[in-house]
């Protein structure tokens, strides 16, 4: 499998970035020669011939305007003529009305004054090609039958009426234009060998270090985290190789974090038995709990139909007591339902802004005559409205719980002092009760399910263990704290909630 996967590997490398880097680059400066030496082929010699015109034509101004200020015969003007005409190779004839040479440049003038002859009387050849006519001058390119050589002729009237005619050989531009793309050739060829043997050192140059980090990925993937990126580049191709060096070492960490996490697996595949185990102890509370008040029913049930006392008090008091203890069933079930849907977040919490001064006094007054059959004195001094944000309804649970636990376990001097604290951004609802301390042991035990401190006691008065439980579970689902503190004389209850307007 291994041989398979570098052969694989190999097969790609054909493909290497380093000819393609080449072939890439060699093939566009080819191009780019290419394309130069068609343009030259194509344009090199209109372009010649073009600028050639421009050259005659200023020629013919110069001339034009010499004779137009009478200058013709002014040292100054001659030299400036021949000046022109030697630099680029123009031959200039111009005679007068009666045929007489006014000014020549070539002593040989007898052509150009045939030539002139010819145009004047209308008798051109056929091989002259007019490129462009003006009101007094005609640009045109001939051929001589003789020398078999193409020229390119202005020829016309001056504006003081003297016949003149302008020639240049057009031989000279095409063997320039001729030997430019042979010379362009041999060069585009030299650069191109120069050229691609750089490209190729510098291809290999960017390559390698892409190599190398092909090599470090394939290690990687063996999970050899020992391969780092070693090559000193300043690039693109340098800031890989860091993050590549990063990531090997996050890998390495990552599956370090995956055998911890391996391991803490194996602990959390203990906590499940132990949580098995706790849904039984659970399921064994909830069967305890319901065994005690359904044998009552079904004992005074049964006392009920069998008459045992026939007597109107004594129905009345069986029946009492049924309801007493169908009650205390129907309230567990709906605690624990309550207590189910905040535990698996089906209860919907909803957020409002409202006065906790307000609430905790209406749960006062509503346990006020309770408190006043058991002789307990209530201490609660505030007045001032409190805005806090919460659920308003789940918050009256939490406080008529505190309030119902405090009642049931009020000794001593028998006071109950309830306080809200207004701090920065909280608001602290406390709720105390002079009577004996939870021990210590029990502390953090008491927001369990069914668990009781006193258990004769909590069954008196006919708690089932769930009231704290639920506390808990409804202070976790507004995301705020609740908790219990000892004292010598009793035991105090707190929970906090948001007291930020904003």
């Not at 190599?211 to 000193?232: V, Y």
């Not at 194996?266 to 709990?289: A, G, P, Y």
């Not at 209530?378 to 001032?384: A, D, N, P, S, Y």
Request: net charge negative.
């Amino acid at each position: 499998m291994r041989l398979k996967k570098r052969g694989s590997e190999k097969r790609r490398m054909n493909h290497s970035i380093k000819r393609q880097l080449a072939a890439v680059f060699i093939g566009v400066m080819a191009g780019t020669f290419l394309c130069c030496g068609l343009v030259n082929a194509l344009f090199l010699e209109k372009y010649y011939l073009n600028n050639k015109k421009k050259v005659v034509v200023s020629a013919y101004e110069v001339l034009n305007q010499g004779f137009r200020e009478e200058r013709e015969s002014e040292d100054d003007f001659i030299s400036e003529l021949d000046l022109i005409c030697s630099t680029d190779n123009i031959s200039v004839f111009v005679m007068d009305s009666s045929g007489t040479p006014r000014l020549y440049t070539n002593r040989d003038y007898q052509i150009l004054r045939q030539k002139l002859y010819n145009y004047i009387f209308g008798v051109e050849s056929r091989d002259i090609i007019v490129l462009n006519q003006e009101e007094n001058y005609l640009l045109r390119e001939s051929r001589d039958y003789l020398t078999q050589a193409d020229y390119l002729e202005v020829v016309g009237t001056l504006d003081t009426g003297e016949p003149f005619i302008m020639q240049t050989a057009l031989e000279s531009i095409r063997e320039s234009a001729a030997i430019s793309n042979r010379f362009f050739l041999y060069i585009a060829f030299f650069a191109v060998v120069i050229s691609s043997l750089l490209i190729w050192w510098l291809s290999r140059r960017i390559s390698e270090p892409i190599l190398e980090l092909a090599d470090i990925s394939r290690r990687m993937t063996e999970l050899d985290f020992n391969a780092k990126f070693t090559s000193n580049v300043q690039n693109e191709i340098g800031v890989l190789g860091h993050h590549i060096n990063q990531l090997s070492e996050a890998l390495e960490k990552t599956i370090s974090e995956l055998k911890t996490a391996n391991n803490e697996l194996q602990k959390d595949i203990e906590q499940k038995t132990q949580i098995d185990e706790m849904r039984k102890e659970f399921l064994s509370n909830v069967s305890h709990e319901l065994k005690t008040p359904i044998a009552l029913i079904q004992g005074y049930a049964e006392g009920l139909k069998e008459c045992i006392n026939d007597d109107a008090e004594s129905r009345d008091f069986y029946c009492e007591v049924i309801m007493d203890e169908a009650g205390k069933m129907n309230t567990m079930v709906k605690n624990l339902l309550s207590l189910n849907q905040l535990e698996f977040g089906n209860d919907v919490v909803a957020m409002e802004r409202f006065d906790i001064t307000s609430l905790v006094q209406n749960v006062l007054n509503s346990s006020k005559i309770l408190m006043e059959q058991k002789g307990i004195r209530l201490i609660f001094r505030e007045t001032e409205e409190i805005d806090v944000w919460a659920d308003e309804f789940k918050v009256e649970e939490v406080v008529t719980n505190y309030i119902s636990n405090a009642i049931n376990h009020c000794e001593f001097d028998k006071v109950i002092e309830v306080k809200i604290l207004k701090e920065t951004d909280t608001v602290r609802v406390s709720v105390f009760n002079t009577g004996k301390p939870i021990p210590e042991e029990d502390l953090e035990k008491i927001w369990q399910k069914f668990y009781k401190v006193d258990k004769a006691r909590t069954r008196e008065y006919g708690g089932s263990g769930i009231g704290l439980s639920i506390v808990k579970a409804i202070m976790e689902s507004l995301h705020r704290e609740c908790g219990v503190k000892n004292y010598d004389n009793g035991v105090e209850f707190w929970f906090e909630l948001d007291g930020k307007v904003n």
